[in-house]
């Protein structure tokens, strides 16, 4: 089956740690996204990658790093300086500037809780 | 002008009846129309999209209506039903942002039996 795949389902962090989520596409899709959702909020976009090994900062990306190796891989680290990193965490992804399409297809999410 | 906006927050329908979701925008650039809809611990799915050069897009019991003139965008929900209660989301994008999605705050719909 295609899709987007993301681990884990669930992540407790202890002040001062890195954590890294991890998000795995093969939908053979350019583009892949990592947006912040808040209890209750909207979508925020972290960081977004058009093409592999490079990606731009979205709206919040601080405390955040991203890397884009592979076309099928996309992880997220919360790093120690994002002082407030509990929320659900979506990955995304989207043919990009290759198809008129730009369907954007997500992940089941990742919820990230502080303890 | 990049964003969107989009209201109310939260609506509340009975079963059987119309919910309606607005969305406004400002970027006449602005060339794609979705509406996504999530259910809670999931991430959100595309529910139906429209372009500019239509005015209203139906798939079942879901439409969209596009007022480009006054630069909003509507979902309407016919004949609406528990199983349809979830958040719904509107975003826009553009060609030449590589269709990069501007997205609404979103409303969370509860229909009541």
């Known amino acids: 089956d295609g899709g987007i795949t993301q681990s884990p389902k669930y992540l407790f962090r202890k002040e001062g740690q890195n954590v890294t989520l991890s998000c795995e596409q093969n939908l053979n899709h350019d583009a892949m996204y990592w947006y912040r959702q808040d209890p209750g909020q909207g979508l925020r976009l972290i960081y977004y990658?058009?093409?592999?090994?490079?990606?731009q900062k979205g709206d919040i990306a601080e405390g955040y790093s991203v890397s884009r190796e592979k076309k099928e891989s996309f992880p997220l680290t919360v790093t120690s300086a994002q002082k407030n990193p509990t929320a659900f965490y979506l990955c995304?992804?989207?043919?990009?500037?290759?198809?008129?399409?730009?369907?954007?297809?997500f992940g089941q999410g990742t919820r990230l809780t502080v303890v | 002008q990049q964003q969107v906006k989009q209201s109310p927050q939260s609506l509340i329908v009975q079963k059987g009846g119309i919910s309606i979701i607005n969305c406004a925008y400002e970027n006449t650039a602005f060339d794609y129309f979705p509406w996504y809809q999530q259910f809670p611990g999931k991430g959100p799915a595309l529910l139906i999209a429209i372009r500019p050069d239509v005015s209203e897009k139906k798939e079942g019991r879901f439409t969209i209506s596009f007022n480009k003139s006054a630069k909003q965008f509507s979902l309407h929900i016919m004949d609406s039903q528990p199983g349809d209660s979830a958040t719904y989301f509107c975003?826009?994008?553009?060609?030449?942002?590589?269709?990069?999605?501007?997205w609404g705050a979103g409303t969370k719909l509860i229909i009541k039996p």
């Open positions: 990658s058009q093409i592999v090994n490079d990606f």
């Open positions: 995304a992804s989207s043919m990009g500037a290759r198809g008129r399409s730009t369907e954007a297809f």
């Open positions: 975003a826009a994008s553009r060609t030449d942002s590589n269709y990069q999605l501007i």
